[in-house]
Each structure stands twice: as structure tokens, then as C-alpha cells.
């Protein structure tokens, strides 16, 4: 008889799933080449009290994950909705919040800016979250060592996944969300301008009945290769009005004339900064499958 659960950790190919009476089982997959995720739906084979073998993984609803040259990296199933954390100090990486969001908007998954320590001086930070909320995206200063009680109306109702680099504050807010947990955090090394890392394997939280978190693990890199060209584009907000309406059928967006989008960049109603990334990855993508 199989019993349905849900993971709620992963730990490479190792996996805590949570029963319906609550009972936590660390299971494996059948095969070697099943890859599951925190928020996966699955059905397990108990094999003893406490350890049980996933059978079977549930049609996803969403599934976020990252891809380079050579393979995939799951990073959540059915998810709701995405919390990309920033902080102003350390520096955060501009190119990877852009491709988190573009991660997020072809896995139709809505994303939620989050600038962490904002009590920190830093107008540079606060001026680029000024340009993504324009862009329709909920931005949120926060300093949630004083205070996550602002984050917790965007989490009613969702699953969501907290992503972002290491030393942005996201273990913090886990601890702000959900004392009990008592996740650990680090000082920032400030030599490496970057975070130590805190989470090795990716946690999934139960908020109240209808609202779940996942803490992962933090991120230096986000490949996109499993993004097609017509993704890439969709995937840019701004983009899309002018989607369809260029000269030629099949152009890139990159230097063809009568292209809408280069012309809207011109026009400065799409960032160069935004072209930029887009360009970037088209071009990597290209020498993945071309190359």
C-alpha cells in the first residue's frame, strides 16, 4: 500500500516526505535518474518505520529550476510564487535577479522583489528596485532583523520559495517567519564581498494550513538554457507589446532593422540594461544548441 506525501526536504538524492499524520520519512527514488524537489507530491513504499522508497511523483503544477551546458538543477515544484532576496550590502548581482525573473515568467510563476537590509544606505540599490517595480513587479524594502511583518501579507495563500545569493538575509527571514526553526546564519565575509553559505539542502515550512515557505540554498549562478528563444522573449514584461510587430518574422532583437523592441530600447521605454541581459542569454543558449 503506498502512502501519499509531501517533501518537504531534499538532500541531493535523499528525501524527507511529510505523511498526512505528520510522521517525516527519509526516502529514496526507484530510479537513478528521478530527480524530485521540495514541494513535490509523491507516493511512497514504506520500508520501515521512519524510511520509505517515492513510487510515484504527482503531475506538477509549476516546477522552478535552472539549467546549464550539462545538466538541470530542480529547484522547487509548485510553487506559487518566486521571493528573490536582495540586500544592499553585500553588492547583489543585477544579472541574476534578471534571470531569476525571467526563470519565474516562463515557469509562470509570479515574483516578488525583496530588498533586504534596507537600513543600510545604499541609493544605488534602491533606485534599481525602483526600475523592476515599474516593470509591475511587488518590491519590498525590508530589514528583517528588525521586523518580517511586512513579507507575511505576500505569503498568505502561497508556496513560495525564497532565492537569491548567499548572505542576502534569507535565512534571517526563516528565522523572522518561524522562530522555532532557528536556522543558522552567518556574518558576512565582507572580503569576498559575498555570503558564507548557511543552507546546504533545500527546506520546505508549513506557514499555516494554506501557506508554505521554501528556504534554498544560495545561489552564485542561474542558467537558463532550457529557456527557448520565444520563452526568452515572453519572458521580458516590456517585451511583450512589441512582440509580433517587428520587420521581419524571425528576428532576434539584436540588430535587424525595423526591429520594435530595438526601437523601443531607443526610445527608452525598455532599459539598455534589460536588452542587455536578454541579448546575453540568447547568445548563450544559441552556442548550447548550436555550438
Known sequence: MLEQGLIVAAFGKRYNVELADGRILSCVTRGKKVDNAA??????KLTSNKEGVIEKTAERDTLLYRSNAFKSKILAANVTQILIVLATQPSFYEDLLNRCLIAAEAAGIRAVIILNKSDLPNPDALDKLARYAQLGYISLPLNAKASVDALRPILA??????????????STIINGLLPEVRSKTQEISTTLDSGKHTTTATHLYHLDNDSAIIDSPGLQEFGLYHIDS????????????????CKFNNCTHTHEPGCMILQAVAKGEIAPARHQIF?????ENAVHIYG
Do not use: C, N
Request: hydrophobic share 40%; proline share 2%.
Open 279 to 283: 541579448q546575453q542569454i540568447r547568445a
Open 230 to 245: 520565444i520563452a526568452l522573449e515572453y519572458a521580458f514584461v516590456e517585451f511583450r507589446p512589441h512582440i509580433g510587430h
Open 39 to 44: 514541494g513535490d507530491r509523491v507516493s511512497v
Open 157 to 170: 495563500g502561497h508556496t513560495s520559495i525564497l532565492v537569491g545569493q548567499s548572505g542576502m538575509g534569507k
